[in-house]
């Protein structure tokens, strides 16, 4: 009889794998239509829709930090017909701001699409080539270096408090709404220091009006290959890189899961795919369900740590 049901319980995944998916596929999108997430999410829906025999619908939900578009996927059938592509925003909210989702507890990852790298960048007036050089002359002019930021709690912001809780810097954090107008102080020298994305600022870089000194990730970036690491600099146990990751509601049948994560990975592999990701400063990932699982979770806790020392409040 254990036998006979064990066989028919397995029979009965394999139907819903089979049978999946059975109708268009929703992919939510926690923020407006036009950004970076909302393009990458666009590339990958339509090869997804040929693969899966389905339209991917890509329904941009913005809000609440990305909260609405999360609360809508956590609502959502548990069949894999409706999916969330989220970034670190997605971890970080919840630690900030009163939140009806946990990340850990109420997705299921499914993969990471891509990471994006940060840059460490000064304006020329600050004496400094390089990151010892910064640190040091942040400690000997205390309250004199400006950093920008993306808003109070945004990945930038928190991975400026980590480079600061790792050296001891001594920088004021000067919050935007975006980094557009930052990026506008920073070449008049009212702003001395930033972590923003490679992307947005090469411009800058390549006609020398900014400095960049390290990139946030544990590798050198493939766009800046002569710029360190932070890690290669001396700043011990920082890794950071914004990022787009897949979720699907927790209860997901795990072949559904497995069939979008193989389907998923696949895309990413392709030339078109990477030529993309390529130009946009950032690498494809497309780790496993439970890699990415593990990730999400030591990222919260890194980002529960670094608010809890820095002592940062929600705006």
């Known amino acids: ?8 319980l397995g029979a009965l995944a394999l139907s819903a794998q089979a049978a999946y998916p059975d109708k ?3 992919l939510i999108v926690p923020l407006s ?6 393009t990458v999410t666009r590339a990958v829906a339509t090869p997804l829709s040929e693969k899966l025999g389905q339209t991917v619908v890509v329904d941009n939900r913005a809000g609440g930090g990305g909260a609405i578009g999360a609360e809508l996927t956590k609502e959502a059938p548990k069949d894999g017909h409706t999916l969330l592509m989220a970034s670190a925003t997605f971890v970080i909210h919840p630690l900030l701001y009163p939140a009806r989702y ?3 507890r109420d997705y299921a990852a499914i993969t990471q699409v891509t990471r994006q790298p940060y840059v460490l960048m000064v304006h020329p007036g600050i004496p400094a080539k390089n990151v010892r050089e910064l640190v040091a002359y942040t400690k000997a002019n205390p309250n004199k270096v400006n950093y920008a930021s993306a808003g109070q709690g945004s990945l930038i912001h928190l991975t400026t408090e980590l480079f ?3 050296t001891g810097a001594d920088m004021n954090h000067i919050p935007y709404k975006g980094m557009g107008g930052a990026y506008i102080d920073m070449l008049s020298g009212r702003i001395q220091a930033a972590f923003p994305s490679i992307i947005s600022v090469l411009p800058h870089l390549k006609t020398g009006k900014l400095r960049a000194l390290a990139v ?5 970036a493939a766009t800046l290959p002569d710029i360190p690491s932070l890690q290669e600099a001396g700043v011990p146990n920082i890794d950071v890189s914004n990022w ?4 699907a509601p927790a209860g997901t049948p795990r072949p559904v ?6 389907e998923v990975v696949d895309i990413l592999k392709t030339a078109d795919m990477q030529k993309r990701m390529a130009g946009d400063g950032a690498d494809g990932v497309g780790n496993t369900p439970a890699e990415f699982a593990a990730y999400v979770k030591a990222e919260s806790a890194r980002w529960a740590e670094v608010i809890k020392k820095s002592s940062i409040k929600a705006d």
């Open 1 to 8: 009889m254990i036998r006979l049901t064990i066989s028919l």
């Open 24 to 26: 268009p596929v929703r």
């Open 33 to 38: 239509a036009g950004g970076g997430m909302d």
């Open 102 to 104: 946990v990340p850990t």
């Open 164 to 166: 600061k809780v790792r």
């Open 216 to 220: 946030s990730s544990a590798q050198r």
């Open 244 to 247: 787009y990751g897949l979720f």
């Open 257 to 262: 899961i497995d069939r979008i994560h193989r």
